[in-house]
């Protein structure tokens, strides 16, 4: 019953590679979310998913790729990883509803890339 | 589209002292309104929200907000903090027509001394 899990919680990778980060959520909500932290930027929304197989942009999407096969996960990729996307990254999650309902944040991963 | 200002990035307090961290937001549309907590190493977790009614919205751990709609103002306070109060904090507002999409502000670093 973990709830929302990342992995991996660090990650160092070199510019121009493939990485990818993996989000698991165990309450079958159906909203994901992917977010990056910066320093001085607060949170902002990279990708989301309203349910499998819907995803849209948020407002920093360039450079990253979402899929959602299953319900449950949300990986996120960086097809080229640049320096730029040194950053942490949030998976997050929120049950559909009528009314504004909590969206759950997992721990997590810190990328850094060299 | 919504935004979110937090007037402060650091504030320093000393222990059993109170505190207040501004946010402004700005919105042609209803909102809602949250404040978030990050411990250190940790993913965020909520300490209140605002959705309608009482403008003054009590939270978790002795923290409280009151939202003001003529100033466009969501100010968390806490009477008297604690050593564990120290951790960042994130204002955040969400659109009624849209609440799943959560637009953050920078943060406020709150350091609690004895």
């Known amino acids: 019953d973990a709830g929302i899990t990342q992995s991996p919680r660090y990650k160092i990778t070199e510019t121009g590679r493939q990485v990818t980060l993996m989000c698991h959520q165990t309450w079958s909500h159906s909203y994901m979310f992917w977010y990056r932290q910066d320093l001085g930027h607060g949170l902002r929304l990279i990708y989301y998913?309203?349910?499998?197989?819907?995803?849209d942009k948020g407002e920093v999407p360039d450079g990253y790729v979402v899929s959602r096969s299953k319900t449950e996960n949300f990986p996120l990729t960086l097809e080229s990883a640049t320096r730029s996307q040194t950053s942490v990254y949030f998976c997050?999650?929120?049950?559909?509803?009528?009314?504004?309902?909590?969206?759950?944040f997992g721990p997590g991963t810190r990328l850094t890339v060299l | 589209a919504q935004s979110v200002t937090q007037l402060d990035s650091q504030v320093p307090v000393f222990e059993e002292a109170p505190v207040e961290l501004r946010c402004n937001y700005s919105?042609?549309?209803?909102?809602?309104l949250f404040w978030y907590v990050q411990y250190p190493n940790q993913g965020l977790q909520l300490l209140l929200k605002?959705?309608?009614?009482?403008?003054l919205v009590k939270g978790i751990n002795g923290f409280e907000a009151e939202f003001n709609k003529s100033q466009t103002s969501f100010h968390l306070r806490k009477p008297s903090v604690h050593i564990s109060d120290t951790a960042e904090y994130f204002c955040a507002v969400s659109e009624k027509r849209n609440d799943y999409k959560l637009s953050f502000g920078a943060g406020t670093t709150v350091t609690v001394r004895a």
């Open positions: 997050a999650s929120r049950r559909a509803g009528s009314t504004y309902n909590e969206q759950f």
């Open positions: 605002y959705l309608s009614g009482s403008t």
């Open positions: 919105s042609s549309v209803s909102v809602y």
């Open positions: 998913s309203a349910a499998a197989d819907i995803t």
